[in-house]
C-alpha cells in the first residue's frame, strides 16, 4: 500500500545549526507534500508545501525540497532555534487525492 | 485558516465505557476527517466524514467502533465505543478548509483508558 516514511526517529542539534529532516514516498502519483510541526499537547501545524511541478520551495527559515525521481524529499530548517523543537512530519495525499497520509514523524531536539 | 475547536481535551476513562469526542469548525467544510495518533507515533486516518452521508472508514476502522455523526457543515462527532486500553490515543479531528494549505487540525483528545 501507499507509505510515507521518514529516514531518522531523531535528530539532534546545537542552536544555530541547519537540521535537514528528510522522507520517502512511495505513492509516484503523489503531487502535493506538505510538512507539518507537532508540538508537545498540540496538533499538527502546516509549515511549508511543494507541488510536484517544482523541486523547492522556500519559506522563512524553512526549505523543501522534492526529488521525484527517487521519491524523496527534505526539510531543512536554517539556523535552529530552541523553539524548532518538536516532532515533525511529511505528509502526500493518497492515491484518490482526497486523504492526507502522514509519515511516521523526526522528533528535532535543539539544545542551547 | 479554519479554526477547530475540539472537546474533551483529555479524558480517563474505564474500559467498556464510550466516549463522544466533538469537533467545532468556524467555518463550514464539506469534508471533515478523524485521526487517531498512538503513543510516540504517526497520524492514522480513521474515516472521513461527509454532511448528509455515512463516514468513509479506513482499513481496520469500523463504524460500530468508531461511529461518527455529521449533523452540519461546521460539526461532527467521533465516538470511541466499549473503550479497551489499547484505545488510548490522541484524536484529531480536521478539516480541509482549501487545497492550498493542507489540513488544519484541533489540538486533539488525549484519551487514556483504564
Known amino acids: 500500500g501507499e507509505s510515507v516514511g521518514l529516514h531518522l526517529p531523531t535528530l539532534s542539534v546545537q542552536e544555530g545549526d541547519n537540521s535537514i529532516i528528510n522522507c520517502a514516498y512511495s505513492?509516484?502519483?503523489?503531487?502535493?507534500f506538505i510538512w507539518y510541526k507537532q508540538e508537545s499537547g498540540k496538533g499538527p501545524q502546516f509549515i511549508i508545501d511543494i507541488r510536484s511541478n517544482m523541486d523547492k520551495r522556500q519559506g522563512q527559515r524553512v526549505t523543501v525540497l522534492l526529488n521525484k525521481t527517487v521519491k524523496h524529499l527534505s526539510l531543512q530548517i536554517a539556523a535552529t532555534q530552541p523553539g524548532d523543537s518538536a516532532v515533525y512530519f511529511c505528509a502526500a495525499y493518497d492515491q484518490a487525492g482526497t486523504a492526507l497520509i502522514f509519515g511516521k514523524g523526526t522528533t528535532l531536539s535543539v539544545s542551547s | 485558516s479554519a479554526v477547530i475547536s475540539q472537546k474533551p481535551s483529555r479524558d480517563i476513562c474505564q474500559r467498556g465505557t464510550s466516549l463522544t469526542i466533538q469537533c467545532q469548525v468556524d467555518?463550514?467544510?464539506?469534508?471533515m476527517f478523524w485521526y487517531r495518533q498512538q503513543p510516540g507515533q504517526s497520524l492514522t486516518l480513521i474515516a472521513t466524514a461527509n454532511q448528509g452521508s455515512e463516514a468513509t472508514y479506513e482499513s481496520g476502522f469500523v463504524i460500530d467502533k468508531f461511529p461518527i455523526s455529521r449533523p452540519n457543515l461546521t460539526f461532527s462527532t467521533l465516538t470511541v465505543s466499549n473503550m479497551s486500553p489499547e484505545d488510548s490515543s490522541i484524536y484529531l479531528c480536521?478539516?480541509?478548509?482549501?487545497?492550498?494549505?493542507?489540513?488544519?487540525f484541533g489540538s486533539g483528545t488525549r484519551l487514556t483508558v483504564v
Open positions: 467555518s463550514q467544510v464539506t469534508m
Open positions: 505513492n509516484s502519483a503523489s503531487d502535493y
Open positions: 480536521s478539516v480541509e478548509p482549501a487545497r492550498t494549505y493542507g489540513y488544519t
